[in-house]
């Protein structure tokens, strides 16, 4: 990688240039492990963000103009550069937010396959031939870019959603102006150091860090900002939403979730559990689409959760860097309280706690925001740790008697991310199908995860109801233009 990556203070990139935000301040980016820096990233100023959008709005005007083949051929650039650096990468994320180094390691991978997926989105269509009223006149649509896109993207997955957002806005010809978390803002920094290795021309694509109060808000109100695409909480993505949608900006918003899985009777309950464990307590419950309600029939209740229990026993929590830890620590201090938070609201709203709730009793992880993965039973819809996504390893169980009455209450929720259904009954397929109320839907599959070629969104508050990814990205990040020529 570039010098940039040897210091242990990063820098915005701005126009091409890494430079130091103007107001001299920094931020800490922690390590969860241990509490250990991993490096400092600029206090970025409404001035550093008015140079980066100005870089960005003055380069979209040629890169634009570029053939969608031509912007293509940089991705894939990108691409193999981030493939090279993929250890690299991968080890400063789990160093940065926790997360284990195989799973790192795989979400860096991912970034490169969706690179090279829009890289090839450069030579597909961009309109379609209409027949005119006029037999002498020609008449077609034509996708056309934004302009300057802002992308403010969260901590949890540090280099596949800034390149989601990132690649499909740069390959349909608009620039972007990135705001990565905090939190996880040193591996963004190295991930753009590989669009800076392949080329991409000055003020295409920008970095700048800082607080979301002054850099993701100031990102919505920016008038030369023709879309904002936001992935976070609820509350700050209602907030950009307002924003930007008070000035007449094209938004995007992917927010939170409480994602239901069904266990049927005639579940294969060694498939479910594992489902259960991959989907809810991976990357530590840290993801948007993970398993929070577990909605069980009562035939297998009893069956399943001795299974889940002796599965979760077996888990190995500590420092992501040691190969045998199945589950790292929560990212930050911060998120290590609000998990906490909500463990104790489970207890005192008279949930029962099967296991878990605490801190690992090692002396090696008394410095880390760890905490144990955590499985409650007696839960119901009223419930605080039911209701309210809480984005940390712990599963609330539900006993149901029908499929009917489990689809009931896992749509009982403001939320509608993903959900999923262990069965063999077509039947039950086909309702739950049919009457779940979410944007991914999944049979016999966790809730977590989602496929790079296919559109990803929610229902009801989990989302403003666009997709990303696959060719729906072009939904969002062009706009149409009709065009009629008479002879």
């Not at 001299?24 to 100023?45: C, D, F, H, K, W």
């Not at 809810?280 to 689409?289: A, I, M, N």
């Not at 420092?319 to 906490?340: F, H, I």
């Not at 309702?431 to 990803?456: C, H, K, M, S």
Request: hydrophobic share 40%; glycine share 10%; aromatic share 8%.
């Amino acid at each position: 990688m570039a010098t940039l990556s040897q210091t242990k203070t990063f820098l915005n990139y701005i126009n091409g240039h890494w430079q130091v935000g103007s107001s001299n301040e920094t931020l800490a980016s922690i390590n969860p492990a241990n509490r250990e820096v991993v490096g400092y990233v600029q206090s970025s100023t409404r001035e550093d963000l008015n140079e980066a959008v100005l870089a960005a709005n003055q380069a979209q005007k040629a890169w634009k103009k570029l053939s969608g083949i031509e912007r293509g051929n940089l991705l894939y650039k990108a691409a193999d550069i981030l493939e090279k650096n993929l250890d690299e990468v991968a080890e400063t994320m789990t160093k940065e937010m926790g997360k284990t180094l195989p799973e790192a390691k795989g979400e860096t991978a991912r970034g490169v396959a969706i690179l090279r997926f829009y890289a090839g989105e450069g030579a597909r269509k961009m309109g379609d031939i209409i027949p005119a009223s006029d037999s002498e006149a020609l008449q077609f649509s034509k996708r056309v870019p934004l302009g300057v896109v802002g992308a403010i993207t969260p901590w949890n997955f540090p280099v596949a959603i800034p390149i989601w957002k990132a690649a499909p806005a740069l390959i349909y010809g608009n620039t972007v102006v990135l705001k990565p978390a905090t939190e996880a803002a040193v591996t963004a920094a190295k991930m753009i150091e590989c669009f800076e290795q392949a080329g991409f021309p000055k003020g295409v694509i920008n970095l700048i860090t800082g607080k979301g109060s002054v850099v993701g808000q100031g990102l919505a109100e920016h008038p030369d900002v023709a879309a904002v695409t936001f992935t976070g909480s609820n509350s700050v993505g209602k907030q950009i939403g307002q924003t930007a949608s008070a000035r007449g900006a094209k938004y995007q918003l992917e927010m939170g979730g409480k994602n239901p899985i069904i266990i049927a009777n005639d579940a294969d309950l060694d498939q479910a559990v594992a489902a259960v464990l991959s989907g809810g307590l991976k990357s530590t419950g840290q993801k948007c689409t993970c398993s929070s309600r577990v909605i069980i029939q009562s035939g297998v209740y009893n069956q399943f959760k001795d299974k889940l229990v002796a599965e979760v026993k077996r888990i190995k929590v500590g420092n992501g860097l040691d190969p045998e830890t199945w589950m790292g620590p929560c990212a930050s201090e911060e998120q290590y309280k609000t998990v906490r938070y909500y463990i104790q609201k489970g207890i005192e709203e008279g949930a029962q706690l099967l296991i878990g709730g605490e801190a690992p009793e090692f002396p090696e992880l008394e410095q880390g925001f760890y905490v144990n993965p955590t499985v409650f039973e007696n839960v119901t819809s009223s419930m605080t740790i039911a209701k309210e996504e809480i984005f940390g390893p712990v599963l609330a169980l539900m006993k149901v008697e029908t499929i009917e009455e489990a689809i009931e209450v896992a749509n009982d929720t403001e939320f509608g991310l993903s959900a999923s259904i262990f069965t063999k009954d077509i039947g039950k397929i086909l309702t739950f199908i049919d009457d779940i109320e979410a944007g991914l839907v999944r049979v016999n599959y966790e809730t977590a995860g989602v496929e790079l070629q296919a559109p990803f969104g929610g229902m009801k508050a989990s989302s403003s109801h666009s997709r990303e990814q696959g060719e729906a990205a072009k939904e969002f990040f062009t706009t149409t233009k009709t065009v009629f020529i008479k002879g």
